[in-house]
């Protein structure tokens, strides 16, 4: 019996790798190994941040179901949240029309402080871009080009 579920378990593993694999040889990686990903919430549609993805990110995404993406600056993969435990849960992923950029649909999940802070505190945690251009165009006295 046991090793019935083993096999049964080795087979589903290999089928899943197999599966991984497919996806990984349809992507078009740039000359670095790396495609971009936007990370986008599945519930607001908001735009969290752009990442990269190498093999290994995608792999771990896929496998993990946690947003994990390359870091150029450090040459290393990180999930998003493995310090501040505020992880990013991937609901699905898509690939462009030419296969060189990821959707990833989030969940992210904010875990509670315990103290209460205000709103406007945690925006930077629910989205990267919360700058907007024109605003600070319209607001500055001289324009320098």
């Not at 080795?10 to 790798?17: A, G, K």
């Not at 945690?125 to 320098?144: A, I, K």
Request: charged content about 15%.
């Amino acid at each position: 019996m046991v090793i019935t579920i083993r096999i049964i378990l080795e087979n589903f593993l290999r089928v899943c790798i197999q599966k991984v694999e497919t996806v990984l040889h349809s992507i078009k990686w740039d000359d670095r190994g790396l495609a971009i990903a936007i990370a986008q919430n599945v519930d607001t549609g908001a735009i969290l941040m752009q990442g990269f993805l190498n093999r290994e990110a995608v792999a771990t995404t896929v496998s993990s179901r946690k947003a994990t993406f390359y870091s150029r600056s450090r040459s290393m993969l990180w999930t998003k949240g493995e310090t501040s435990n505020n992880f990013i849960n991937v609901h699905d992923i898509f690939l462009d029309c030419v296969d060189c950029l990821m959707l990833l649909l989030l969940v992210p999940v904010l875990l509670l402080m315990p103290v209460m802070v205000p709103v406007l505190l945690l925006m930077p945690l629910l989205t990267c871009y919360y700058t907007p251009v024109f605003d600070l165009l319209e607001n500055q006295q001289v324009l320098s080009i």
